[in-house]
């Protein structure tokens, strides 16, 4: 079946062949419309993606639409080598789409650019590359938030800083637990001897997320009661 090019939102390999191993046609009910469903994957780490293509089942003179883009995907051996241009005039949306930076609302601005770069990291990922340093950069997110918590702006490590904002009641038990959640996950981000999977790093970037909209972003969508 035809190749063509598209980043692979596995690896992150741009502009990477993807083989069409696949497709099915499926009639849309009530409708002269077909839907084709055509999975491609990855030459580079064999991860595999999937577009809908719709399609026009009225035959003319000539073969449908649908037969034609069928035949197309089957047949083709020709020096094309993108979607649009083996079947131009239309988008391709594929699934799953690339990871895009996720930035919380109402964060002060040295916390926001600190979250900026830790996604842009993120965003950096490959298979065994970054996945560390990216992991490394949430769990100073954290530390910097909670410093932002504290009055007190003693030097102090960041298990002790949780515990006591926690007495002091500017943390809730959620919070807390959060918050010692995501400093586990940076210590084996941030210790050479340490594992830190790629799970680690979706749950510590989840964590930090989730504190940041629960310390900040909601907050500030309170409105203010007028006095
Ligand atoms: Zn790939």
Redesign the pocket.
């Known amino acids: 079946m035809i190749t063509f090019s598209h980043d ?6 741009k502009n ?1 062949a993807f083989e069409v191993g696949d497709f099915g046609m499926r009639e849309q009910r009530h409708s002269d419309k077909d839907v084709i469903a055509i999975l491609g994957t ?6 595999g993606i999937v577009t809908n293509v719709n399609t026009s089942r009225f035959r003319g003179y000539r073969q449908s639409e649908s037969e034609r883009i069928q035949h197309i995907l089957e047949k083709h051996h020709g020096e094309k080598y993108s979607l649009e241009e083996i079947l131009p005039r239309r988008e391709f949306v594929f699934y799953p789409q690339p990871a895009k930076p996720e930035i919380p609302e109402y964060l002060p601005r040295d916390l926001e650019h600190a979250f900026v770069e830790a996604e842009d990291l993120y965003c950096l990922v490959e298979e065994n590359k970054f996945i560390k340093q990216a992991g490394n950069s949430y769990r100073a997110i954290i530390e910097l938030a909670l410093s932002k918590l504290d009055n007190n702006s003693q030097d102090k490590n960041l298990n002790q800083r949780i515990n006591q904002l926690a007495e002091q009641g500017k943390l809730s038990p959620s919070m807390k637990d959060f918050a010692h959640r995501i400093r586990t996950l940076g210590n084996g981000a941030s210790h050479a001897l340490l594992e830190f999977s790629p799970q680690d790093l979706e749950d510590i970037r989840l964590f930090t997320r989730l504190f940041l909209i629960y310390a900040f972003t909601l907050p500030a969508m309170i409105p203010k009661v007028e006095s």
Not at 42 to 47: K, V
């Open positions: 692979c939102p596995y690896c992150k390999k990477v990855c030459n580079n780490c064999g991860g």
